[in-house]
């Protein structure tokens, strides 16, 4: 198939590029730094204002993977922007270019009426695709991922080193991290699979872990065998965080600590009908 991945230069992006060379798909990814891969076709280009119809030419399916985690209203990148007006931007250029086949990366936790404007912009994007788009789409929410560099348990590790390990609040919200290969596999076989059409799938690792198990996971994976955590309240960190989060180079934003605040969890194992997911191991983190 020729497949054209959006964001595909990215942390998941680079797994999905690979699952999808591994099936003998063309590949086109756009994004806006270069990708220097004989075996991949490399648009760049930036989603906000791009002609996106003319790289959708031709395409059998489309997989977007643009999203940002935080916002600079500075540079214009905001979640409405990036995570919605973007998505209307595909599905229109879609229809133009008579493409149908969309496979969409949201996240777990998105829901209406959810608390972080991340989620809540991720649930504007579903409800678009599912309801206005007349697309033949595949939704796919995964939990945090780990493995291949990842960002988050690369904070996690850091800050595992240190003396002492500043947690948000009792640390005992739950997750059920994702590998990374895993994700990638599963994206990639969706785009080709019709049984997938219409659904929405949340995934999620095998194994469920608190916020505090998840340092321990990450000390473990940089030589220490125990942290010595500091808890802190999320009211003081959310007052920081309002405070902090407009200086370059603040930890954690306002929207990071109400999604650290919440379970991030799933029973839906459907896809693991496709993918057996690899377990959580020191050495697979970050
Ligand atoms: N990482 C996780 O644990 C996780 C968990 C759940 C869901 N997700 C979702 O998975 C998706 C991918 O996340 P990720 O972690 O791979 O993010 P990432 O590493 O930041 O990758 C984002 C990709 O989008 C591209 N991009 C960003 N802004 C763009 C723009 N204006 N124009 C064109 N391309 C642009 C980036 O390339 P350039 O910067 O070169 O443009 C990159 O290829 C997101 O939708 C995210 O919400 C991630």
């Not at 999905?16 to 220097?36: F, P, S, W």
């Not at 916002?71 to 209307?88: D, G, N, S, Y």
């Not at 002492?164 to 005992?172: L, Q």
């Not at 940089?222 to 007052?239: D, L, V």
Request: glycine share 8%; with cysteine; net charge positive.
């Amino acid at each position: 198939m020729q497949i054209v991945v959006l964001g595909g230069s990215g942390y998941v992006g680079r797994a999905v590029q690979e699952a999808l060379l591994m099936r003998g798909h063309h590949l086109k990814v756009i994004a806006r730094h270069g990708l220097r891969d004989p075996n991949i076709q490399f648009v760049s280009g930036d989603v906000r204002d791009m002609d996106l119809m003319s790289p959708f030419d031709g395409a059998d399916a489309i997989i977007n993977l643009v999203g940002i985690i935080e916002e600079h209203p500075a540079q214009k990148i905001t979640f409405e922007l990036m995570h919605v007006e973007v998505v209307r931007r595909i599905i229109s250029a879609m229809s133009a270019a008579h493409v149908y086949r969309l496979v969409h990366m949201s996240a777990l936790g998105t829901r209406p009426g959810a608390r972080s404007r991340y989620h809540k912009t991720k649930w504007i994007a579903e409800d678009l695709i599912r309801h206005t788009s007349g697309l033949q789409y595949t939704i796919i929410r995964p939990s945090l991922l780990f493995g291949g560099g990842a960002p988050f348990f690369k904070m996690l590790q850091s800050q595992a080193k240190w003396p002492i390990t500043p947690i948000p609040g009792s640390g005992n919200t739950e997750f059920d991290p994702v590998y990374r290969t895993d994700v990638g596999r599963f994206v990639a076989m969706a785009a080709e699979c019709d049984e997938t059409i219409g659904e929405t799938f949340e995934i999620g690792g095998p194994d469920r872990f608190t916020l505090n198990a998840l340092y321990q996971k990450a000390a473990a994976s940089a030589g220490k065998n125990r942290i010595t955590p500091w808890h802190i309240s999320y009211r003081f960190m959310m007052n920081m965080a309002k405070i902090g989060e407009s200086l370059p180079g603040f930890p954690v934003s306002v929207d990071q600590l109400l999604m650290l605040g919440e379970n991030n969890t799933t029973n839906d194992h459907r896809w693991t009908k496709w993918v057996t997911p690899t377990r959580l191991k020191p050495s697979l983190i970050p």
